[in-house]
């Protein structure tokens, strides 16, 4: 399954987010289809991931947590939403 995962953090903690980020290491078995990007002036980012089990993912997460707020979002591919809802 692909999961749009975004995060953001506050002024406070965008140095902390800055270091951890440079010295981060992937954690979880999960494969990047759109790389880590950050939006301009807003203290957020953003990526696309695939994996077959979303704990994966939470691996990374987890590391986080107390200086970023995430959102995982399932998304698909608009051609298979759209055979998914012509399909009887």
Known sequence: MKF????WW?????????????????????K???PISTMVGRNKAFMVSENDDIAEVQKDI???????TFDLIPIMDSID???????P
């Open 4 to 7: 749009l995962v975004i995060w």
């Open 10 to 30: 506050t002024n406070e903690n965008a140095k902390e987010v800055t270091t951890r980020f440079s010295k981060w290491k992937q954690k979880g078995k999960w």
């Open 32 to 34: 990047t289809l759109y």
């Open 62 to 68: 987890a590391h986080w947590a107390d200086i970023c």
């Open 81 to 87: 939403a759209i055979r998914i809802s012509l399909s």
